[in-house]
């Protein structure tokens, strides 16, 4: 299928904004890395409008599809980890177009992983992670055991995303291959979790009591872009100034649960400034201890 749909990217690689062109195929065991296609094509342009664009093309009994994304849209998925096979496309795909060593490049910055970029997405992952573990807990408490196994199983995704973050990695798609070479406590939690022939209440029961001295654990790591803004002035922030800050919008609505549980394991200190209501306070926020 690779001839036929040549005149596809040829055509792409003869536009001044592509930037560089990858195909990914199908393999045999692992179907879900193309979403079933035979054939993923990544077109990365720049300047376009809308930043996504999608086609499929059939011939015979193979299908592929065709993805054109702007720099700034795959930026962004890469930081957020909001397209999870866009990984394993970059760094196993056969590049088919590189205008001035483009994905080469691109490639070598994400093997590099510099400190800043993982900071923030251990800081994202981690706030994901406390999300999840959070919910889950008080659906468990609630007796909500299906709903509560749903959210455990997603933490520990974040969980098991953040550990090969912090060994200097990006998460691919098979992230449970990745954490079985890295960190057996958590894979072994996950297997439990799944194929333990324990009732669903009792393993749901150690999970959480195991897991939570994993994520305290996890503190100095995924909390580390957070209390790199939160030294840049001196005093306590409000939540405004907490969720308006450039560095802090990629957290989302996660930030105010991450921010609720670093207070209740006393890593953040509340101030309570006063409202022009008798009473009343405002809730302001600040690290304990400057150099953390």
Do not use: C
């Amino acid at each position: 299928m690779e001839d036929l749909i040549r005149p596809i990217y040829q055509e792409w690689a003869s536009h001044r904004n592509t930037l560089g062109i990858l195909m990914i195929e199908k393999k045999a065991n692992n179907s879900a890395v193309t979403d079933t296609f035979h054939i993923v094509l990544l077109v990365v342009t720049t300047n376009m409008a809308p930043p996504i664009f999608v086609k499929h093309y059939v011939s015979g009994e193979e299908k592929a599809t065709l993805y054109v994304v702007d720099e700034t849209k795959l930026n962004e998925w890469l930081l957020l980890g909001s397209h999870r096979k866009i990984i394993d496309w970059i760094f196993y795909g056969k590049i088919l177009f590189d205008r001035n060593d483009y994905i080469y490049q691109l490639r070598n910055r994400m093997k590099e992983f510099p400190e800043e970029m993982r900071q923030l997405k251990m800081g994202i992952e981690f706030a994901k992670l406390i999300r999840r573990y959070m919910d889950g807990k008080a659906f468990f408490e609630a007796d909500q055991l299906l709903d509560a196994y749903n959210h455990v199983i997603h933490a520990l995704h974040h969980l098991a995303r953040l550990a090969v973050i912090e060994q200097g990695f990006y998460p691919e798609v098979t992230v449970w291959n990745q954490i079985k070479q890295m960190d057996a406590q958590i894979y072994k939690l996950y297997e439990e979790l799944v194929s333990s022939e324990e009732p669903l209440q009792k393993r749901l029961e150690l999970l959480f009591l195991a897991s939570e001295f994993l994520i305290h654990s996890r503190i100095p790591s995924g909390a580390a872009h957070l209390f790199k803004v939160l030294r840049e002035k001196e005093g306590a922030w409000s939540i405004a100034e907490i969720m308006q800050h450039p560095e802090l919008s990629s957290y989302s609505v996660d930030l105010i649960i991450m921010l609720e549980y670093l207070v209740e394991k006393k890593v953040l200190f509340v101030e309570e400034v006063p409202t022009k209501s008798r009473h009343i306070y405002h809730r302001y926020y600040s690290l304990q201890n400057k150099e953390q």
